[in-house]
């Protein structure tokens, strides 16, 4: 995904008054304000409601999508023709405070994040979110290369998993 995949992503979803809430790394470039390297894919969080409507904006553009192992009622990944590749997340508000993802309950602050992308304004996770939601798993050179991008950017001691 170029980031002029995502410009026309992000407008073509504001077009139909879908709000997207960026994460991955494209969600760490936007943080840093500009791509910090390329991306196969994107990342986007959306409101379960606005999934019906999201999803056929996804198949009008060509997208069709991919069953794969970690699939779920609130997780899919769709792709087009060219490869273009994103990586759909549902969500839910609780109330004005807490936002429900696979079951698990976070404060809204997480998604409360700002960053830039090709010099648009997007809603993204929080950098401190994106450092924690980068620990726990076995990690690839890319989540390694993010980790420590946001580390120096934003001051975070490096997580011990990746020193």
Not at 69 to 90: F, K, M, N, P, S
Not at 97 to 120: A, D, L, R
Request: aromatic share 10%; with cysteine.
């Amino acid at each position: 995904m170029t980031e002029k995949d995502t410009i026309n992503l992000l407008k073509k979803a504001e077009q139909i008054s879908i709000t997207i809430w960026i994460t991955g790394g494209w969600g760490i470039s936007a943080l840093v304000g500009k791509q910090t390297r390329p991306h196969n894919d994107i990342d986007v969080f959306i409101e379960r409601k606005d999934a019906g409507e999201f999803v056929k904006m996804l198949v009008s553009d060509g997208y069709r999508e991919i069953q794969m192992e970690y699939t779920t009622a609130d997780h899919a990944v769709w792709q087009d023709a060219d490869g273009r590749t994103i990586d759909l997340h549902l969500l839910e508000f609780v109330d004005d405070k807490t936002i429900c993802f696979e079951n698990e309950n976070y404060p809204f602050e997480v998604f409360s994040g700002k960053g830039k992308i090709g010099g648009m304004e997007v809603n993204c996770l929080t950098a401190e979110a994106q450092l924690l939601f980068h620990q726990g798993y076995k990690h690839s050179e890319k989540d390694k290369t993010d980790v420590l991008l946001l580390c120096e950017t934003f001051g975070f001691e490096i997580p011990e998993e990746y020193k």
